[in-house]
């Protein structure tokens, strides 16, 4: 007579599951770790069939190339630094070239620095005697004479611009025309430009006229392009001058980077 075969239910094979899943919920942590890591054991082979299959080359040590993985790091983190300053070098250079000298001369070298600060008008630079920066220095941005230095700390120095009152540079305004310069004195306005002052009327300056700073022994070597001229009428206070106007080659409020003109006097 054959045997009847005991086929359970799907709600007593669904209860039984539940139990079991319980239960184990309900063991300690402690010993189905250690069920877990026997599974591992027992079946560590068949587990890293796949991995073992793959096969990584081993560095050389006898290689006149091979490194430590600690050596490695040490070079890693030097050529990242080096990297880091080649980038800063390069923005040097680029800077040299938006400022460089149209005529440079083996006395004459270049200062860079950045502006930290704008104060009653005139600007705070991050340089000051530790890098040869005195009083009076010319300083250039946009290519263009902004004004000289004034005070100077070890570190930093303050910037006269051209367009602030407390600024006076000797200078040339340029008839491009027939090549004549005719000298005089630039001091900020306070409203963005400077004046020149007392120019005789009998000189015939017009709108136009290119304004340079005059060469000066030990501290200018070539006359350097300030702006030109965007009014010249006849003064109110003293007739027999002219009241002129100059508007800068450059917009001060968008400077960020200047370089002061070191002359080497020896």
């Keep these: ?27 300690p942590t402690s010993y189905t770790s250690k069920v877990n890591f026997t599974f591992i054991d027992l079946f560590d082979f068949f587990l890293n069939i796949g991995s073992s299959a793959v096969r990584y080359p081993q560095a050389d040590s006898n290689s006149p190339y091979y490194v430590s993985r600690g050596e490695y790091n040490k070079l890693w983190v030097a050529y990242s630094n080096l990297q880091a300053e080649l980038f800063e070098e390069r923005k040097k250079i680029v800077k040299l070239q938006r400022i460089r000298l149209s005529e440079p001369s083996p006395n004459t070298s270049l200062i860079l620095a950045e502006v930290l600060s704008r104060r009653n008008g005139n ?31 070890p570190t930093v120095s303050s910037v006269e611009v051209i367009t602030s009152g407390s600024c006076k540079i000797h200078i040339k305004i ?86 002061v003109v070191a002359i080497n006097t020896l």
Excluded: H
């Excluded at 009847?4 to 239960?23: A, D, N, Q, R, Y």
């Design 123 to 153: 600007l705070v630079i991050n340089r000051g005697s530790e890098y040869g920066i005195r009083p009076g220095q010319y300083v250039l941005g946009d290519n263009a004479v902004i004004g000289v230095i004034g005070d100077v700390s």
């Design 174 to 259: 340029c008839d491009t025309e027939s090549d004549v310069y005719y000298n005089g004195t630039i001091e900020g306005n306070g409203a963005g430009g400077g004046r020149i002052l007392n120019v005789s009327k009998k000189y015939k300056i017009k709108v136009g006229f290119n304004v340079y700073a005059a060469k000066k022994a030990g501290l200018l070597e070539f006359p350097r392009i300030i702006g030109r001229v965007s009014k010249c009428a006849i003064d109110e206070n003293n007739p027999v001058v002219w009241d002129i106007t100059v508007a800068p080659a450059y917009d001060i409020k968008t400077i960020s980077d200047v370089a």
């Design 1 to 27: 007579m054959a045997q009847k075969k005991i086929k359970p239910s799907k709600i007593t094979v669904f209860i039984s599951l539940s139990l079991i899943g319980i239960i184990l919920m309900l063991i």
